[in-house]
């Protein structure tokens, strides 16, 4: 990857780490491909990106909530810029876990859009890498999933789920020399977390995307960003479930 | 894929419900308890909404106000009754014309956004001020001037033309040419009549990302003005340190100090890559000191600088980092000034009164040892067209002073040396001026306010700066 530049699709380029990691990489010289549902910005921030760092920028339309869109984008990606050599998926919703435990309907879509979506995307990107055995993924999970608490088990277990979903697509597409990494950021300040005043030490997404295209360089299998959560979480699911289910973490 | 599809995804999705769309939730409201401008005095208990696409930044509901990177002194950029639209976020480039130098962006793209991307492409700010952490939006409100104010003018004299939204929530573009009244009721305005959205910028070609500099010394006022003022030294931008202790015949005694955008020509062959100096870090600046601290410091570095300058010409070669933002490379150096704060203290006089309302300022400074150490003087060009901007023609003068009991009523004291001779003080840097000082200083302060009536007439647009100047009552 030292060398080769191949053009790298952002699902969900319009997030705030999403940015970030774009930034990294068209600064490196990557061609990008901005695929998200929102037209107009996804303009703009192309138009960012290729003036900032003069790399060639591309942008496509797809709802990660539509699985139907997701080979279409695969098509159109790899169209505009060329054969994939990475893919970096950054949707999500946080959603309201106190709504979603009295509407179905958000805990669904909490469920849906982290899980269902994601996986429906890495099974499109997995087949195509595998079957040119080259490329690598890399993809926004979260320290969330990491154990389940009271204040966000939806979103926790669907971040949760799709980590072990990782794990697996890891080691099967080991072996065709494609590479995965998961991602478990910490809360960053970002539009998901601005307002909510219960969270500490947001992490800026800035260092956030610099440190993820670092341990991308390093072929990283699992990194946690700002470092120190991996201890903590190391910690936290160390305390046994009879003392964890009183917390009300 | 069709558009087509997109929105009737975004209709019903196939799963059965209705993913609404982010940004249709209303903004997240954030508290910001102890809020306040770059010195830290005054605060207040605010709250702010951050968006993060350029569509979102539009009023609310009750009254507003605009804030960049907070780099203004005291209270322009607080709002305690109303709601901050943070702008932060918004810094997206939006087009660049490489035979004009015409940059577009959002507003809250900082001139570090533009001197990263743009300096190595072999594009320079126009004006900066002494930090590169001020937005578009920032830097239009103050109308900020930089050390080449003489020459080139006022940062709005580089703004081809900027979008703002209104009161009322439209959008409008505005020029010298499009809506002129509120194009220079804007320029200066204190984010009192709409906010910027986005700006054009002229920059201005450089072949290096380096400055040639030199430094004279010079032994007393009349000297320091001299060298101001006199062609023979001058260059594109200039300004003196002034050792605001020294007295009696020393009075006014500091450091003259030039600069030119470096040619390639002029760099030593070890520089291989003129556009791209060497990236340094910032240190963060660790603890919040004892108010006493800064004195002795900065004291102590400038009797250095002054007697390392020996001759009367010291040329020499440094980044453009180091000669516009040696106090950038110290990350939350304000907080140097401990917990109290500090004021900052500048006015502008006019030519005709300058030299002998500086002496006098200098000479009550002189007296007064502790409110003072350091002072920047810098020659205004002529005057821009901006109603509230600062700068006029003649001499202006910069001051830190860490904030103590005594300070306010010397401060007003100085205030009135200003108003006796015809000059005024600069709004980005004040916290504590009266009303009567604002409305001597700034004559158009009506026309202003008719403007702001049109466009806003129930003002919206407010800050705590406004409330207590009683800007337009
Ligand atoms: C170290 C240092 C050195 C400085 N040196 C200089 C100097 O040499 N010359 C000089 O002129 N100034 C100088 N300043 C002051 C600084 O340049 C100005 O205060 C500038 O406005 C800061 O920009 P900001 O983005 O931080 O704006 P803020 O401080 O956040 O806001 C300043 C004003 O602009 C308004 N505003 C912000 N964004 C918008 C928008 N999008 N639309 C409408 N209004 C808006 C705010 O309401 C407020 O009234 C200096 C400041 C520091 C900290
Ligand atoms: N911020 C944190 O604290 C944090 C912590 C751990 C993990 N994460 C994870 O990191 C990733 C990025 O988060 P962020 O903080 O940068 O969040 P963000 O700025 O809120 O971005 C969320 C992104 O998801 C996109 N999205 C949502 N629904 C979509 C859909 N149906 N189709 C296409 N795109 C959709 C949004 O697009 P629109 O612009 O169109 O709305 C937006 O780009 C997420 O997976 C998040 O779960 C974040």
Redesign the pocket.
């Known amino acids: 990857m030292q060398v080769s530049k191949g053009p790298v699709l952002i699902?969900?380029?319009?997030?705030?780490?999403?940015?970030a990691i774009s930034n990294e990489l068209a600064k490196e010289g990557h061609p990008i491909v901005l695929a998200?549902?929102?037209e107009s910005?996804l303009q703009r921030l192309a138009s960012d990106l290729s003036i900032r760092t003069g790399t060639e920028v591309h942008t496509a339309l797809?709802?990660?909530?539509?699985p139907a869109t997701h080979p279409l984008l695969l098509m159109e990606a790899s169209a505009k810029a060329g054969k994939l050599e990475g893919a970096v998926?950054?949707?999500?919703?946080?959603g309201d876990q106190q709504l979603a435990q009295t509407d179905w309907q958000e805990a669904r879509k909490i469920l849906e859009?982290?899980f269902v979506?994601a996986a429906s995307l890495l099974h499109v990107l997995a087949s195509d890498m595998e079957t040119r055995q080259t490329g690598w993924i890399t993809v926004?999970?979260?320290?969330?999933g990491d154990r389940g608490r009271m204040s966000n088990y939806v979103?926790g277990s669907a971040?949760g789920g799709l980590t072990v979903f990782l794990q697996g697509l890891r080691a099967r597409l080991q072996k065709s020399g494609v590479h995965v990494m998961t991602?478990?950021?910490?809360?960053?300040?970002?539009?998901?977390?601005f307002g909510s005043d219960k969270?500490p030490l947001?992490?800026d997404?800035g260092d956030v995307g610099a440190a993820i295209v670092k341990a991308l360089k390093r072929r990283k299998d699992v990194v946690y960003v700002p470092s120190p959560w991996r201890l903590i979480m190391f910690v936290l699911r160390t305390v046994p479930e009879k003392v964890f289910k009183k917390t009300s973490l | 894929m069709q558009a087509q599809r997109f929105q009737d995804s975004d209709d019903v999705s196939a799963s059965g419900y209705t993913?609404t769309?982010?940004?249709e939730a209303r903004p997240s409201v954030k508290k910001l308890e102890g809020l306040s401008g770059w010195g830290r005095y005054p605060t207040a208990d605010t709250a702010g909404i951050r968006p993060?696409?350029a569509r979102d930044l539009a009023p609310v509901e009750g009254r507003c106000l605009a804030r960049g990177l907070g780099r203004a002194y005291g209270d322009a950029a607080l709002l305690s009754m109303g709601t901050m639209l943070l702008t932060e976020r918004l810094n997206r480039f939006l087009d660049f014309d490489d035979q004009t130098g015409v940059l577009r962006a959002e507003a809250g793209t900082s001139l570090k956004d533009i001197l990263d991307a743009m300096v190595p492409q072999g594009w320079f700010v126009p004006v900066t001020p002494g930090t590169k952490h001020c937005t578009l939006g920032g830097c239009i409100a103050s109308d900020v001037h930089g050390k080449n104010h003489h020459r080139d003018g006022t940062f709005s004299a580089h703004v081809p033309r900027f979008s703002m939204v209104l009161a009322d929530g439209t959008i409008v573009q505005a020029s010298p040419i499009e809506n002129p009244e509120l194009f220079w009721a804007t320029c200066g305005g204190m984010g009192l009549t709409g906010v910027v959205t986005e700006a054009e910028l002229k920059l201005v070609p450089v072949e290096t990302a380096y400055m040639k500099v030199w430094h004279v010394r010079s032994q007393n006022l009349d000297k320091t003005v001299a060298l101001l003022t006199d062609p023979g030294y001058d260059a594109q931008y200039t300004v003196a340190w002034i050792d605001c202790l020294a007295g009696g015949s020393r009075l006014g005694r500091g450091i003259f100090m030039a600069g030119e955008h470096a040619k390639k020509s002029e760099l030593s062959l070890r520089i291989l890559n003129p556009l791209n100096p060497p990236a340094k870090g910032t240190k963060p600046f660790p603890v919040d000191l004892p108010g006493w601290a800064l004195n002795p410091m900065s004291i102590k570095s400038f009797n250095w600088l002054y007697n390392w300058i020996q001759g009367s010409r010291k040329e020499f070669i440094c980044s453009y980092d180091q000669f516009f933002y040696p106090l950038d490379g110290i990350h939350d150096w304000n907080r140097m000034y401990g917990k109290r704060g500090f004021l900052q203290y500048q006015f502008v006089l006019p030519m005709r009164t300058a030299f002998q309302g500086t002496k006098e300022i200098l000479e009550r400074l002189s007296k007064n040892r502790k409110a003072s150490f350091l002072a920047v003087l810098k020659r205004f060009g002529p005057q821009g067209q901006g109603m509230l901007s600062f700068p006029m023609e003649g001499l202006t003068l910069a001051l830190d002073i860490p904030f103590t009991e005594d300070l306010l009523p010397f401060l007003d004291g100085l205030d009135d040396i200003v108003m006796r001779h015809g000059g005024r003080i600069y709004l980005a840097k004040d916290a504590r001026m009266k009303p009567e000082a604002f409305r001597a200083g700034y004559p158009r302060i009506d026309e202003f306010c008719d403007i702001r009536k049109r466009y806003d007439p129930e003002g919206k647009f407010d800050s705590n700066l406004a409330s207590r100047l009683g800007l337009c009552r």
């Open positions: 699902a969900g380029a319009t997030s705030g780490i999403a940015r998200g549902r929102d910005e797809f709802d990660a909530s539509d998926l950054a949707f999500g919703y946080l859009l982290n979506s926004l999970s979260s320290v969330a979103y971040k991602v478990k950021p910490g809360p960053v300040d970002t539009a998901m977390t969270l947001l992490a997404p | 993913p769309r982010m940004q993060e696409k």
